[in-house]
């Protein structure tokens, strides 16, 4: 049975924890400036934990992972504000690094950090019993990728990245191009293939569910951002 959950967290602030059968998922925000998210994910068979973006404050980071270690760091973009503690939480736990393939050189460029395995659209990464399935999101940056957990015992759980927020896809800075592939790509790899109740939850501020946010998709097409 999962705990109350509401996925409101601050920056400075305490995490918020959902336990679901197979796995118990700690959302931390960090960086009172840009707020970003970051999900530790164990895997309750093993104890194995998965970190989703090593954003800021390592120190954090590693007080959340705790005594059980931590198997793995998914970087879900390039960008600077999602990997700053990558370099001091590897350090650390000696953690296994994953990013999209096309944004991998990128990630290493400005982290120091190699990134382990490169990632393609349909991968999987597993740690303990939880396996994530991997859908790649281009259009914020070419190596985007979302993660997919499809609960045997509930509904679909879906870690966006900055590709799919509440109110709408990921920024892509006025290039209309860029923004016609993203929208694209998170209407058909996600919003055709997943059901309403799929909780996902963004690189910055609160989750959402598809179903709340499908009707919304000709709007976003035509405002176009």
């Known amino acids: ?4 959950y509401d996925g409101e967290v601050a920056a400075g602030g305490d995490p918020d ?4 059968d197979r796995l118990v998922i700690t959302k931390l925000a960090v960086d009172q400036q840009m707020s970003n998210n970051c999900y530790l994910l164990r895997c309750t068979a093993s104890g194995e934990q998965l970190l989703i973006d090593a954003a800021a404050d390592p120190d954090r980071l590693l007080s959340l992972v705790g005594e059980g270690g931590l198997a793995a760091v998914v970087t879900t973009h390039q960008h600077w504000d999602h990997h700053r503690a990558l370099a001091e939480v ?3 736990t000696s953690a296994v690094t994953y990013a999209g393939a096309p944004d991998a050189d990128a990630i290493t460029e400005q982290t120091d950090v190699p990134v382990t395995v ?10 303990g019993e939880v396996s994530l399935e991997v859908i790649s999101l281009v259009g914020h940056t070419p190596g985007s990728v979302a993660l997919l957990y499809d609960d045997p015992a509930g509904h679909p759980h879906l870690w966006t990245g900055d590709s799919l927020f509440p109110g709408g896809v990921g920024n892509t800075f006025g290039d209309a191009a860029a923004f016609q592939t993203l929208i694209g790509e998170v209407e058909e ?3 055709h293939r997943l059901p309403d109740d799929t909780w996902f939850y963004p690189g910055h501020g609160n989750d959402s569910t598809l179903g709340a946010e499908r009707p919304k998709l000709p709007e976003w097409r035509e405002r176009g951002w």
């Open 1 to 4: 049975m999962e705990t109350t």
């Open 17 to 20: 924890i959902r336990q679901l």
């Open 90 to 92: 590897v350090a650390a």
């Open 118 to 127: 490169r990632l393609q659209h349909g991968d999987h990464v597993r740690f």
């Open 189 to 191: 790899k996600v919003f």
